[in-house]
């Protein structure tokens, strides 16, 4: 017998395979990171990311780059599976995923990630 939270990550993992553009995306991404921690997690993720990779570019180390690649997913994953206990949208878009993510950085950087949420929450 499924409980209320399986069953609204069911129901999230439908609408995030049933979106046909990023525009559709967007909002089932959000509300998958409803969490402060899992949006702090994929935060200092993706910056770690970012960073390991221009230091890999600048000291031309192919292990920086691979550590770029592999620390936001690690950290992402960790957030989804521990805090949000939800699934990671990466496994069912890869690309919108990794898109979405950068969005959600740049307005939680810009302070507006909290008010995004709420409008796509409102959506739900």
Known sequence: MA???????????SEEQDARNFEEFWPVYVRAHRQ????????????AGWLLL????????????????????????????????NRPASFGHPLWSWLADQKMVGLTLAGKMGAELKKCLAEE
């Open 3 to 13: 409980n209320a939270q399986d069953t609204d990550r069911e129901e999230g993992m």
């Open 36 to 47: 402060a921690v899992t949006r702090g997690f994929h935060v200092c993720g993706t910056l």
């Open 54 to 85: 221009a230091a890999g570019l600048a000291l031309r180390s192919m292990g920086l780059v691979l550590a770029a690649v592999v620390a936001p997913y690690a950290m992402a994953w960790i957030s989804h599976f521990f805090v949000e206990h």
